[in-house]
């Protein structure tokens, strides 16, 4: 995530900053390869299945504390997005959510991570 990323994402927010965040992130979402969408109650959904390590773990049916510690990685890897995004589009955000409900029973299934926009 070095800093071509980061030159790219505020290349991006520069070229873009007179668009609305809707129209922002549909082209954010094609560029980016990323699936973001604009909620109701001036929220972000994005949709990101993580090529980390705890994504590819079988979960193991006898090992119920599994799922703590894949909860705390992907919390951790919301922050990831949250900057990602936040360069980007330009705005600043928070966390509101980090959905892993799919992991129990599918693990190649995504993470939804929802943010709000504060500023």
């Known amino acids: 995530m070095g800093t071509g990323h980061d ?30 969408a604009l909620n109701d109650g001036n929220t972000i959904s994005v949709t990101f299945t993580c090529p980390h390590r705890y994504h590819k773990v079988k979960r193991d049916k006898s090992i119920p504390t599994l799922l703590p510690p894949i909860k705390s990685y992907f919390e951790r890897c919301a922050g990831g997005r949250l900057y990602e995004l936040g360069k980007a589009l330009g705005v600043k955000l928070k966390i509101k959510s980090v959905d892993i409900s799919s992991l129990e029973e599918n693990f190649d299934n995504p993470v939804i991570y929802t943010f709000e926009i504060v500023g």
């Open 7 to 36: 030159r790219k994402r505020k290349a991006f927010a520069l070229e873009h900053a007179d668009l609305a965040i809707n129209e922002r992130l549909a082209i954010f979402s094609k560029t980016f390869g990323r699936q973001a």
